[in-house]
T-cell receptor, first 110, second 118 residues
Framework: GQSLEQPSEVTAVEGAIVQINCTYQ??????LSWYQQHDGGAPTFLSY????GLEETGRFSSFLSRSDSYGYLLLQELQMKDSASYFC???????????FGAGTRLFVKA | GAVVSQHPSRVICKSGTSVKIECRSL??????MFWYRQFPKQSLMLMAT?????????EQGVEKDKFLINHASLTLSTLTVTSAHPEDSSFYIC??????????????FGPGTRLTVL
């Protein structure tokens, strides 16, 4: 089966850097993705890692260590609009379906 | 990125009625779409994988006779909640992958449908 663990809540101040960790267990692995979801909205894709290392996209970066079954999302120069839920998600073999973690609610304070 | 639409965005219905939700890929063809359900402040739970031209694949614990999925074309999948009850009230979201992308794992989500069953 597949399971993911990520913190339920993180609070940070505007302008700061925050890291959201994700550990996973999966039978077969295709990639680790990160999605952002604002209240009442649909998830939007942020970042993706299939290989070990860091992927950078603007203020957001994502890291993966396949040997440790671990990844993180790094958000820099936090803005109030970054307050949202962040989900890590893994895709495994067997149809490429994606399983989502429980989500981390990020609160950005002024 | 690719665009996925969903209709309706909100629906309120009486207990016992059926509700159909449409999911469309607007600028790409999707042989596979996914249907999720999300309760407030919870994660997205995969309900089923919709396959164009064949039967959907349901996740364990999801009643296929209650949640009917039809993927009749490469751009449209529908989810029908039959004989809806208040416990079916939830946020239903569809997604699809864009086959044109080399990184084929990214999912594009529709805006979701908020179902309220009275």
């Amino acid at each position: 089966g597949q399971s993911l663990e990520q913190p339920s809540e993180v609070t940070a101040v505007e302008g700061a850097i925050v890291q959201i960790n994700c550990t996973y267990q999966t039978s077969g692995f295709y990639g680790l993705s990160w999605y952002q979801q604002h209240d009442g909205g649909a998830p939007t894709f942020l970042s993706y890692n299939a290989l070990d290392g860091l992927e950078e996209t603007g203020r957001f970066s994502s890291f993966l260590s396949r040997s440790d079954s671990y990844g993180y999302l790094l958000l820099q120069e936090l803005q109030m609009k970054d307050s949202a839920s962040y989900f890590c998600a893994v895709s495994g073999t067997g149809g490429f379906k994606t399983i989502f973690g429980a989500g981390t609610r990020l609160f950005v304070k002024a | 990125g690719a665009v996925v639409s969903q209709h309706p965005s909100r629906v309120i219905c009486k207990s016992g009625t059926s509700v159909k939700i449409e999911c469309r890929s607007l600028d790409f063809q999707a042989t596979t779409m996914f249907w999720y359900r999300q309760f407030p402040k919870q994660s997205l739970m995969l309900m089923a994988t919709s396959n164009e031209g064949s039967k959907a694949t349901y996740e364990q614990g999801v009643e296929k006779d209650k949640f009917l999925i039809n993927h009749a074309s490469l751009t449209l999948s529908t989810l029908t909640v039959t004989s809806a009850h208040p416990e079916d009230s939830s946020f239903y979201i569809c997604s699809a992958r864009d086959p044109r992308e080399a990184r084929g794992d990214t999912q594009y989500f529709g805006p979701g449908t908020r179902l309220t069953v009275l």
